[in-house]
């Protein structure tokens, strides 16, 4: 099914809502295990036979989440090459039978339903039709509301994902309050599943008798998942958690994520916003926040401890209560859904990047180990250019959030911060902002001090490891600056060889050379600068909305001067927007251009452009 048109999703024997054309694909949902067409997994009886007593509005929001984390799983997004935001949004129309007819078909509930899920997932849109007429057998005498669960001691109700921050928001909690701690997990797959397990009962050897473990287990029964982004999975993490704490007659739960990750400020200036995720961000907690309240009838709040922390800090905070031994049994990939060759973490994605950084800032690397990472990109050859591409525009973002004074950090992320500023605590505007750019300076001094002990002098650097990337400076250049160089080398070693037995005939006869050239190499340029966009051209064509770079050449043979060349350039630089990098390749096979090194300075001091001259 086509990213670009809506999905219609049919939940639980929901009729095609009238308004919708006929002619559009649906997807049929189903978790009756007496159904021949079930396709979801959602353990509704098992769960409500744990707690005594959940509430049919709140068995409704379950089953309402599961269907759209199934079905954020089955529809594909764009590719990562596909920059504009239409080829990577989606558009969903979900019709669900639910209990509570009356309340789900206020539009009040839907408009917050939908804008919580649009924020979050970066999708185009989400439209409801609900429909009466479901209902579920009880399980027994204790599934009615009066049964309400009431535990005795103080308790706090904790979202628990097996990673490094979940596990040092359970150690803090128990080890600064008295409550029972309920811990909360989604459960997707085996693995998963196994690594909550065995942290739990680790935890619960250190805190005998304080902790339970409740588990929903929702995924897809018998399909392959076709996207593995998952944005809608902290609508459900958060589902789960606010039912059981519902139950347990609680105002509030916990969602423990450090600032950094869960603000995740773009790492490059064209990554749009629909590929930074936001499942934690402060405003999909606060928007989710609002929506229980309205399924509560009373105010339910999402705590956000670690929102001014980093993640080093939360290594170091597990340290300080003595558990650093668990560290390396936390699982924080984002990849553990891909088969790795005998490890938990793939090495190269962005969280598994964090954690690296982190773990050598804190001083805990050691704990952390490499044995658990597929790649050790820090001493080894990085071999994948994405894994290169995550870790270069990691160091970059926080390297340049470290430079920032305050008021260059408030207008370069001005944008971003509006967004956060309702939803983060502090007496006034000028509070909150000040907190989170005091956040990212620490974060940048962080990671600054954890490549200074990565860099041992007097070890052999492997060419192609993050420490040669780091002797060669690389993370300090803005990636279309990167891929106007690697674009420049490729054509450096490639026109020689093609033009050396016939020079080109003309100008015309070079740009065909350097598109089939470049045509060529494409798949590898998408592979390692995603997120930038090349276009060769000779004056700005009607598609080049949303490019970055810019490709000129210049072909200078017996009869063209210098001085001609110098005044195309001039020329053409004003044709392009300011904001493109452009890319001038001179080729001069006689070598009429005696003085390189100024005639490029001149151009590249006092221009957005990068200039090369090949012979």
Avoid at 93 to 113: C, T
Avoid at 143 to 155: I, L, M, R, V
Avoid at 235 to 261: C, H, P, V
Wanted: net charge neutral; proline share 3%.
């Amino acid at each position: 099914m086509s990213s670009s048109t809506p999905n219609i999703i049919l939940c639980n024997g929901a009729s095609r809502p009238s308004n919708l054309s006929p002619h559009k694909k649906e997807i049929l949902l189903e978790y009756d295990p007496e159904s021949p067409n079930i396709n979801v997994n959602i353990p509704l009886p098992k769960l409500v036979g744990k707690v005594y007593h959940i509430d049919d509005r709140i068995k409704d929001l379950l089953e309402i989440a599961s269907y759209i984390f199934a079905a954020d799983r089955m529809v594909k997004r764009g590719t990562t090459s596909q920059v504009e935001y239409q080829s990577w949004s989606r558009s969903f129309h979900f019709a669900v039978k639910v209990r509570d007819f009356e309340f789900w078909n206020q539009g009040i509930v839907k408009n917050k339903l939908q804008e919580a899920l649009v924020f979050m997932t970066g999708d185009k849109s989400y439209e409801f039709t609900f429909q009466k007429g479901h209902s579920t057998p009880k399980r027994g005498f204790f599934d009615e509301k009066e049964f309400q669960f009431k535990p005795q001691n103080a308790n706090s109700v904790l979202l628990f994902s097996g990673g490094l921050d979940s596990l040092a928001g359970v150690i803090d909690r128990l080890e600064t309050t008295q409550d029972d701690v309920f811990l909360i997990s989604h459960v997707s797959q085996s693995g998963t599943g196994k690594t909550q397990k065995q942290l739990f009962n680790a935890i619960d050897s250190f805190y005998p008798n304080r902790c339970e473990h409740y588990k929903f287990k929702s995924n897809l029964k018998g399909n392959s998942a076709q996207e593995e982004t998952q944005r809608t999975r902290s609508f459900l993490y958060s589902s789960i958690a606010f039912a059981i704490a519902s139950s347990f007659s609680q105002k509030r739960f916990f969602f423990y994520e450090n600032g950094i990750t869960s603000i995740n400020f773009s790492k490059r200036e064209d990554l749009i916003n629909a590929r930074a995720s936001r499942t934690t961000h402060p405003k999909t907690l606060g928007l989710l926040s609002e929506l229980f309240t309205l399924i509560n009838e009373s105010e339910i709040t999402i705590e956000h401890p670690f929102m001014l922390m980093t993640k080093t800090d939360v290594l170091s905070l597990i340290s300080k209560y003595g558990k650093a031994n668990l560290i390396n049994s936390t699982v924080s990939c984002s990849k553990t859904r891909f088969k790795l060759q005998n490890s938990t973490h793939c090495g190269g994605c962005s969280q598994c990047v964090d954690r690296r950084f982190a773990a050598y800032a804190s001083s805990l690397e050691e704990k952390d180990g490499t044995a658990i990472y597929d790649h050790d990109f820090i001493n080894k050859k990085i071999t994948d250019r994405s894994i290169k591409t995550t870790v270069v525009d990691y160091v970059r973002m926080a390297l340049e959030l470290r430079k920032m004074n305050y008021h260059t950090f408030c207008g370069d992320k001005l944008a971003e911060l509006a967004e956060l500023e309702e939803f983060i605590d502090g007496k006034d505007e000028d509070e909150k902002i000040d907190s989170i750019y005091k956040l990212c300076i620490k974060h940048g001094e962080q990671v600054e001090h954890a490549i200074s002990r990565m860099n041992r002098p007097f070890d052999e650097i492997v060419s192609g490891s993050f420490l040669d990337i780091v002797k060669e400076r690389e993370y300090l250049k803005e990636p279309v600056k990167n891929l106007a160089l690697k674009i420049y080398e490729k054509l450096n070693n490639s026109l020689p060889i093609a033009f050396k037995k016939n020079k080109p005939a003309n100008e015309n006869d070079l740009n065909d050379k350097i598109n089939a050239i470049l045509k060529g190499e494409e798949d590898n340029y998408e592979r390692e600068f995603p997120y930038v966009s090349f276009a060769l051209a000779k004056t700005v064509p009607d598609h080049s909305i949303g490019y970055r770079l810019f490709i000129e050449t210049k072909y200078i043979r017996t009869n063209t001067t210098p001085s001609v060349i110098t005044d195309g350039i001039g020329s053409d630089l004003i044709k392009y927007p300011e904001t493109s990098h452009k890319l001038f390749l001179i080729y001069d096979p006689e070598g009429q251009i005696a003085d390189r090194e100024k005639f490029i300075s001149d151009f590249e001091s006092r221009d957005n452009c990068t200039v090369r001259i090949i012979k």
